[in-house]
C-alpha cells in the first residue's frame, strides 16, 4: 500500500470509541464531476456523514505545489429542505436535468452555476456504509523484523515519536544497509506527522487531510476482496493496482489499517488506528 498520507481538518474532530453510528446523510452522499467549459472546479462532494470535499484543478487555480496539484476545499455541511449549507462556502442547490445536474451555489449574493455528471456509488451494505465516512488518526503501531529479529518495535499516538524511533533504529550501522524496505518507507511514515483524517465514500473515492492543507488530496479506493476486507488505492479511478493495497479491521468501533510487506529478509508492518469522527460535529 502506500495511502498517500499527505489532508485538511479541523482542530475539532474528535472521534469515540464503541459502536460505528449510521451516517446521517447516506441517502444525500454523491460525487458530482463538474462538465462545465473552463471551470477550474473538478468535482463536489456531498459524503455520508455531512463532509463536504470541493477539488479545484491546481493547474488552473495556480497550485503553490510544484507539481500543479489539485487544491481541495473541505467542511461540514448541513441540509435544510431541498438546500444543502455548505459551511464557508454557501448555499447549495442541486437539480436534475435528464442525465446530467445543476448545481446552483448561493454566497453573500453572489452565485455559480455549474453543470456536472454523477458518479456511480456503490451499494449501501454493512461493510460499505460502515467503512464510508471520516476517520480521524488516534495511534500507529509499526514492527521491523529483520531474519525474523525485531529490529523496532513500538507503537505511539504521536507520529514524531514514531516517526524519530523508527528512523534512528534502521540507520543504526548493523541494519543501515540491510534495511532497504524500510529505507522506502520514511517517506510513508514521514507522512504520518501531518496525517488528521481519511474520508472514504460510496462513490469509490477517499480524502485525506492533514495540518498542512496544502498536503490534502483526493484519491479512489475499491475492494480487492470485500469478504477479507482488502481494500486497493489509486491516483487514478479506473486503474485500482492490488500492489497498493491494505487489510482492513473493524474493532469496537475503531478502524484498523494494516500494511504489511517483505522482501528478502526484511519484514515491515504499519498499522494504523483511526476513531470515527461523529456526524453531529
Keep these: 500500500m502506500t495511502l498517500s498520507f499527505t489532508a ?63 487544491v481541495i476545499v473541505s467542511g461540514s455541511y448541513e441540509k435544510k429542505g431541498n438546500r444543502y449549507v455548505l459551511n464557508t462556502v454557501g448555499e447549495l442547490t442541486i437539480t436534475a436535468n435528464n442525465n446530467s445536474y445543476e448545481l446552483l451555489l448561493t454566497n453573500k449574493g453572489k452565485s455559480l452555476k455549474l453543470s456536472a455528471q454523477k458518479s456511480g456509488t456503490l451499494p449501501s451494505t454493512k461493510v460499505n456504509d460502515e467503512l464510508c465516512r471520516t476517520w480521524v488518526f488516534s495511534k500507529c503501531y509499526i514492527v521491523v523484523k529483520y531474519d525474523g529479529k525485531k529490529v523496532y518495535n513500538a507503537s505511539s499516538t504521536s507520529a514524531n515519536e514514531l516517526y524519530d524511533g523508527f528512523k534512528s533504529a534502521i540507520n543504526t550501522p548493523e541494519y543501515k544497509d540491510k534495511l532497504k524496505l524500510s529505507q522506502d518507507k520514511m517517506e510513508d511514515i514521514d507522512g504520518l506527522r501531518l496525517l488528521r483524517t481519511v474520508t472514504f465514500t460510496h462513490a469509490g473515492s477517499y480524502y485525506v487531510t492533514t495540518t498542512d492543507s496544502r498536503e490534502d488530496l483526493m484519491n479512489y479506493w475499491k475492494w480487492i476482496n470485500a469478504n477479507e476486507l482488502i481494500i486497493g488505492f489509486s491516483e487514478n479511478e479506473d486503474q485500482i493496482s492490488v500492489d497498493d493495497q491494505a487489510a482492513l479491521k473493524f474493532d469496537n468501533g475503531q478502524l484498523i489499517m494494516v500494511d504489511s510487506q517483505s522482501k528478502g529478509r526484511e519484514e515491515v508492518t504499519l498499522a494504523m488506528e483511526f476513531q470515527p469522527v461523529h456526524t453531529d460535529r
Design 8 to 70: 485538511c481538518s479541523s482542530s475539532d474532530d474528535n472521534g469515540g470509541k464503541g459502536k460505528i453510528e449510521r451516517p446521517k446523510y447516506l441517502s444525500d452522499a454523491a460525487r458530482y464531476k463538474i462538465t462545465t467549459q473552463g471551470s477550474t472546479w473538478k468535482s463536489l462532494e456531498l459524503t455520508e456523514d455531512g463532509r463536504y470535499f470541493i477539488v479545484h484543478d491546481g493547474s488552473v487555480t495556480g497550485s503553490s505545489s510544484q507539481d500543479n496539484d489539485d
